[in-house]
């Protein structure tokens, strides 16, 4: 089931040669608690940036819940960047298992960017994210 949703998650993220992540059937991606049967609930608190700190987002929050159906992969809010995007499955799949219940970090956009006129050079934007695992009780 993790590898299907590790599928998903880089459809979501965009195609080769393109910003656009292909459209997918909502039933295409798994339930939460399919994926991962001991979680209650996982809360992300997610901002976005430019690597100088001037372009973000504000901080918002989703909350999944066991029947959710959550790719857990954002695609790079910057314009300019192909085939980026950040993925959170890996994240909550280690903190998972190490029994964590909070994970506070930043991660930095996988794309490229490629402005008119200019090469290609990697995209730098930033996510920040704050997660918080509440696990099922037995």
Do not use: W
Not at 49 to 59: A, I, L, V
Not at 111 to 129: N, T
């Amino acid at each position: 089931m993790l590898n299907s949703l590790r599928k998903v998650a880089a459809r979501l993220l965009g195609t080769p040669g393109g910003r656009e992540p292909r459209r997918l059937a909502l039933d295409d991606i798994p339930q939460l608690g399919t994926v991962y049967p001991e979680v209650d609930t996982v809360a992300m608190t997610l901002r976005f940036s430019s690597p100088d700190g001037e372009h973000g987002t504000r901080p918002h929050t989703r909350t999944f819940d066991a029947r959710s159906r959550a790719s857990l992969s954002f695609r790079c809010k910057n314009p300019s960047c192909r085939q980026g995007g950040f993925e959170l499955l890996g994240l909550i799949d280690r903190a998972m298992s190490a029994s964590r219940t909070k994970v506070v970090g930043t991660g930095v956009c996988a794309g490229v960017e490629s402005p008119p006129g200019a090469s290609q050079r990697r995209c730098l934007h930033e996510l920040h994210y704050r997660i918080e695992i509440r696990y099922r009780q037995h």
